[in-house]
């Protein structure tokens, strides 16, 4: 048992008013970290009056209503995220935590959650078209999300989780579920004889100048191939680039495409 305050068995005691994180670890190494907070007897109260929670993964619309009675007011309010005030908006998932000291200098706490849904997942699974042609599919698999769903494709919007129809390129997949939340991935449609293109590696640009790199290999396809990257560089390899996120366009001699 390891307590914020210096303690290292089951019972903290002596503490003053305060925050404290115990971590507890087994005999397999294995940790697990728990939050309390202590107020003074003498302290204010703190009443959660609502707390809004998202209803979409990675928004930043919840909100925090507390009252403060006891103690002797006037109260000093500071939030753990630095707000002043009882009631705190705009936020994003996690804990916060009040502190409320009164006239006397007594103090209150207490630790208050934000929560938000597990992230969905929308996964697109993709068939190449003809080489010339326009017949590539893809149908569009989600997971942990709230059905029914709205798909919007490049070619349709409706309820149905699969299209057909598509040229070769780079689309993307727009999804609405039932608590209106906004899911996008995007996803290509090669062509059949076209090159399978391998990403061999990925440098990472530095905060001290040094650019990124991308480099790719070829399998298959009728050579010799010509390269068209979303930069308008027509090499094999992308070097020497700023971070960012860049598409190519490999064309065989026989005019079939494929993209990453």
Same mark, same amino acid.
């Given at each position: 048992?390891? *307590?914020? =305050?210096g $303690? ?6 002596? /503490?003053? %008013? !305060?925050? #404290?994180i +115990?971590? &507890?670890? @087994?005999?397999?190494d ?28 990675g ?19 500071? *939030?753990? =995220?630095? $707000?002043?005030?009882?009631d705190?908006?705009? /936020?994003? %998932? !996690?804990p #916060?935590? +009040?502190? &409320?000291? @009164? ?29 010339g ?5 893809a ?8 059905a ?23 689309y ?40 990124s ?41 026989n005019?079939?495409?494929?993209y990453?």
């Amino acid at each position: 048992y390891e *307590w914020s =305050n210096g $303690d290292n068995s089951v019972i903290a005691d002596s /503490l003053y %008013a !305060g925050l #404290y994180i +115990i971590t &507890v670890t @087994d005999n397999n190494d294995c940790s697990s970290e728990g939050m309390v907070t202590v107020s003074d007897i003498q302290g204010p109260t703190i009443l959660v009056d609502n707390v809004t929670n998202m209803t979409c993964y990675g928004q930043s619309n919840g909100t925090i209503s507390v009252t403060i009675l006891g103690g002797a007011p006037p109260y000093d309010i500071i *939030w753990s =995220n630095g $707000d002043q005030t009882e009631d705190i908006y705009n /936020l994003i %998932a !996690g804990p #916060y935590e +009040i502190f &409320v000291i @009164d006239a006397n200098g007594c103090m209150a706490m207490k630790s208050i959650t934000v929560t938000q849904p597990t992230e969905s997942v929308v996964s697109v699974i993709t068939q190449p078209a003809i080489c010339g042609g326009s017949n590539g599919s893809a149908s569009a698999v989600i997971s942990n999300g709230n059905a029914p769903y709205n798909y919007i494709w490049p070619n349709q919007t409706g309820p149905q989780n699969q299209t057909g129809g598509l040229a070769p390129g780079i689309y993307d997949l727009l999804v609405i579920d039932a608590n209106t939340c906004l899911l996008q991935e995007e996803f290509i449609i090669s062509e059949t004889l076209a090159p399978i293109i391998i990403l061999d590696s990925v440098i990472t640009g530095t905060c001290s100048g040094n650019l990124s790199s991308i480099y790719i290999n070829t399998l298959g396809g009728v050579g010799p191939f010509t390269y068209s990257w979303s930069d308008g560089s027509t090499n094999e390899d992308l070097t020497n680039v700023l971070p960012g996120a860049y598409n190519v366009m490999i064309t065989g001699q026989n005019g079939c495409s494929s993209y990453l």
